[in-house]
Each structure stands twice: as structure tokens, then as C-alpha cells.
């Protein structure tokens, strides 16, 4: 089993930065992701990054190209997602995920097999 806990939310002015921070701990594989998710108000939770572990594949939504990095420390399951020019429509709740054995779509919330609680992120404009 593996436990998955994000951090780093809180409130910034529109063109601010944050930084969200997940770890994982318990059982790690060597063929795994992990993901960012957004879910705003009366919307279906999205898809933001991912990072392929074994090859270091990054995968972004084209909203936040540019803006967001995904990075990370595998020894340590470790993830970051780094935030910058935030825009009043990136206000969400931002869930980690974690997919044990790559596979499917991974901008596809449900193939990942663990999830953090989620973290707020608001971006006051």
C-alpha cells in the first residue's frame, strides 16, 4: 500500500507563485507515476502534470505549459509541482496521485491507484 500527502496550498495574488509538495510513502515499484490533479467548484477534477519515473517523461495540460513544473526526488518519492504566473482560473483543490505500474492514460484520473486529500490553491485576481 502506499499513502500519498500534498501540501503547499494557500492563497496567492494573481501572477504569484506556490509550490505544492507530495510524498509518498510505503511501498514503491520501479515502473511508476505520478500525477497532479485540479478539481474547481462544480467541475470534474482535471488533469495538470504527470512524471514517469523510470524514463523522467513529463506530461503537462496545455493551460499550464510554461507556467507549471513538475519535478521531483525519486529516492526520496518525492514530487513537486511548481507554480508560477498563477491565474485566477488555476483556484482548485490539487490532488496527488500516485499509478504503481504505468499504463493506460495518465491524464486519466482513473487509472491511478492512490490519492492524497488534496491541498486549496486560490489565486485572488
Known amino acids: 500500500q502506499v499513502h500519498v500527502v500534498e501540501s503547499g496550498g494557500g492563497l496567492v495574488q494573481a501572477g504569484g507563485s506556490l509550490k505544492l509538495s507530495c510524498a509518498a510513502s510505503?511501498?514503491?515499484?520501479?515502473?511508476?507515476?505520478m500525477g497532479w490533479f485540479r478539481q474547481a467548484p462544480g467541475k470534474d477534477r482535471e488533469f495538470v502534470a504527470s512524471?514517469?519515473?523510470?524514463?523522467?517523461?513529463?506530461d503537462y495540460e496545455d493551460s499550464v505549459t510554461g507556467r507549471f513544473t513538475i519535478s521531483g526526488d525519486q529516492a526520496k518519492n518525492t514530487m513537486y509541482l511548481q507554480m508560477n504566473s498563477l491565474k485566477a482560473e488555476d483556484t482548485a483543490v490539487y490532488y496527488c496521485a500516485v499509478m504503481i505500474f504505468v499504463r493506460a492514460d495518465l491524464r486519466n484520473p482513473s487509472t491511478y491507484d492512490y490519492w492524497g486529500q488534496g491541498t486549496q490553491v486560490t489565486v485572488s485576481s
Open positions: 512524471i514517469t519515473w523510470k524514463s523522467g517523461r513529463t
Open positions: 510505503g511501498r514503491t515499484f520501479s515502473n511508476y507515476a
